[in-house]
């Protein structure tokens, strides 16, 4: 049975050419995205900022609720349909979004590389990336053969197949569906569906493209207990992400203990990071996760 690893983890991901953590500090991060510059909030920067003054492009202004919401302002131009950025020879486009983000989820890239560990030497692997949204995992995951890209977003669903377009990857086989998340995991255990891998990165809250409404906290166990029965003893690996959620990994570990309690392999848990750029980087923790891996030995 899958053991529960309770030492917590790190999972620390470094700058690269297209992307990198500047500074930090005051509940702030500055990064850069290709040749611009941002300031974004983030409430686990407690410490102060290396650099007084941050030169950037534009600064995500947040909202005076606790449900979010906020505003772009622009100190110097930023082109308002995207520009191209590239991680491991994949392209697709960033793009300041109204949600905070831009395009992706940088942190993510050590989990990318994990999962192509954990699918090393296959071509014929069939995956499961759900909450997707602009598909650069979906696209990391093609390398090893089809993928099944869920996401309850129609425009985020058309920008990864725009992202696709951009790598040159529109040929791979990639399902693109937009649906409810839990109910097509539901759908999929009916279907006697399986995969070797599933990665999700489910929201605190949302809403599924005929108005279900998602609470992580009530719906996050019926999904892992479903995307359990999606995977059998030759499965790889199962991810899960959590972000801006007041809750320790130790929690979301025990649960996929439990829902892969008849299958072989070990969970463990621990923290999303990224370390800033500089010899002497700092480390921003960013989310929580758990993850499910079977070495088949």
């Known amino acids: 049975m899958a053991a529960l690893d309770l030492q917590a983890k790190l999972m620390i991901g470094s700058g690269w050419d297209q992307f990198g953590l500047i500074d930090s500090g005051d509940g702030r991060k500055l990064e850069r995205y290709g040749p611009y510059r941002f300031i974004r909030p983030e409430p686990q920067a407690m410490w102060a900022p290396r650099v007084t003054v941050w030169d950037a492009h534009g600064e995500f202004v947040p909202g005076s609720d606790e449900d979010g919401g906020g505003r772009w302002t622009y ?53 499961l990336n759900m909450f997707g949204y602009t598909g650069v995992g979906t696209m990391a995951l093609s390398r090893f053969g089809p993928v099944t890209h869920v996401d309850a977003s129609k425009k985020a669903v058309a920008q990864a197949r725009a992202n696709a377009a951009v790598a040159g990857l ?19 255990v009916r279907r006697g569906k399986r995969y070797d891998g599933i990665i999700l990165d489910p929201p605190k809250f949302g809403r599924g493209p005929d108005g279900e409404v998602w609470r992580l906290e009530e719906n996050l166990p019926a999904l892992i207990a479903d995307c359990a029965r999606l995977l059998d003893g030759e499965s790889r690996f199962l991810f899960l992400t959590v972000y801006a959620v007041r809750m320790s990994s130790l929690a979301i570990g025990g649960l996929l203990a439990e829902a892969l309690a008849g299958l072989p392999g070990t969970v463990d848990h621990g923290d999303l990071a990224i370390r800033e750029d500089g010899e002497n980087g700092r480390v921003l923790p960013t989310a929580i996760f758990a993850r499910w891996s079977n070495t088949g030995s």
């Open 170 to 188: 529109e040929d791979r086989p990639v399902r693109w569906i937009v649906d409810d998340a839990a109910k097509f995991a539901a759908r999929e």
């Open 75 to 127: 100190a110097k131009p930023v082109p308002r349909e995207g520009w191209p950025l590239d991680w491991r020879g994949i392209g697709f486009t960033a793009q300041c979004t109204p949600f905070r983000h831009l395009g992706f989820f940088p942190d993510m890239a050590p989990v990318w590389d994990w999962m192509g560990e954990q699918l090393q030497g296959r071509l014929d692997a069939s995956t």
